[in-house]
């Protein structure tokens, strides 16, 4: 494991915009302020937004091959899609037509595989650089999908390289309770670091073998401590990139309802498993003043190396547990 990282992730505050009061209509309590969002990941439109636009939905990403900061004093040589790692959020809603273009600037094939599509798998791609994959299908199933690389028997190589990302499908006829909402994406990087901080790339054997030199959230390592208030309801998008399942867990609440779809919740669950290339929605109520961390149960031997994401309320400062 790699000596460089500190022992404990170091984690500040961010301020939030957007201050006005809400209602919980489940509850009844309110839930004031915006949507939340990290270091590499905006916030999100949100449902009431997403589907009130048109119902044919466009969206366009680049391919590109880019150096990363993930924090810790650590850089990685990634693939991506827009230079970001995850890759941006797309949000859809239940009945949409959605068309991805795949703009492919990078010096080898790439693809998209999304697992919100519905279609024959041989149109995903690759495509050659320079070229442009288009996809195009209606989203029938509403939930929270991984997106990724598609390249053939390479796939799980470029997946691990950073070409991965979320898709969230909003339900249509089901009204979302008002909610602090926030997009988590579980990945990791599969590389050795030089002596100056730097990994190259994926390490084939490593990949092979889910030998990850450490997991993250949202791309990052030292991801600062997001900002709620008591009472709030918040409202986790998650996406588990993988390896293994994610035992997803918010230490000092209970997820008062999770789901792997978009219909069917369960209620009153500590820990909500998620396996690689799977995704959630979960719910949990900040039940007090205090810091919070969602972890993954499964990964704690990597909380050292940056495996948490605080929620903490004004005036306490977020840490790792």
């Known amino acids: ?131 442009t994959l288009t996809l195009s299908a209606p989203t029938a199933t509403p939930g929270v999908f991984m997106y990724h ?37 579980e990945d990791a990087v599969f590389g050795t670091r030089d002596a100056s901080g730097h990994i190259p790339g994926t390490d084939p054997a490593r990949s092979q073998k889910n030998d990850q030199a450490f997991s993250m959230f949202n791309g990052r390592l030292d991801n600062e401590a997001v900002r709620i208030n008591p009472g709030d309801l918040v409202r986790i998008y998650f996406v588990n990139v993988g390896p293994g399942t994610s035992a997803a867990h918010v230490i000092g609440s209970v997820f008062e309802r999770a789901t792997s779809g978009g219909k069917d919740w369960v209620h009153g669950v500590q820990t909500f498993g998620v396996p690689a290339g799977g995704g959630a929605m979960l719910e949990f109520r900040v039940p007090q003043a205090g810091v919070f961390p969602f972890v993954d149960h499964d990964k704690l031997a990597f909380l050292p190396y940056g495996l948490s994401l605080s929620f903490a309320t004004e005036g306490v400062a977020g840490s790792a547990h």
């Open 1 to 131: 494991m790699m000596k460089i990282f500190s022992a404990v992730a170091v984690f500040v505050a961010i301020a939030l915009a957007a201050c006005s009061g809400r209602t919980n209509s489940q509850s009844g309590r309110a839930t004031a302020g915006g949507p939340l969002s990290t270091k590499n990941v905006p916030a999100i439109a949100g449902q009431q937004t997403t589907c009130a636009t048109p119902k044919n939905k466009t969206f366009n990403l680049d391919v590109v091959e880019k150096t990363l900061e993930l924090g810790m004093a650590t850089t990685f040589a990634a693939w991506t899609y827009d230079g970001r790692l995850p890759g941006p959020t797309l949000e859809a809603c239940e009945g949409d037509t959605v068309t991805i273009n795949v703009h492919n600037r990078a010096q080898t094939s790439h693809g998209l595989d999304t697992h919100g599509f519905m279609i024959d798998a041989r149109r995903y791609g690759p495509t050659p650089p320079g070229t």
């Open 149 to 185: 690389c598609a390249a053939g028997p390479v796939t799980d190589l470029h997946i691990k390289s950073g070409l991965h990302g979320a898709m969230i499908v909003y339900p249509r006829g089901e009204r979302l309770p008002a909610a602090r909402e926030i997009v988590i994406v």
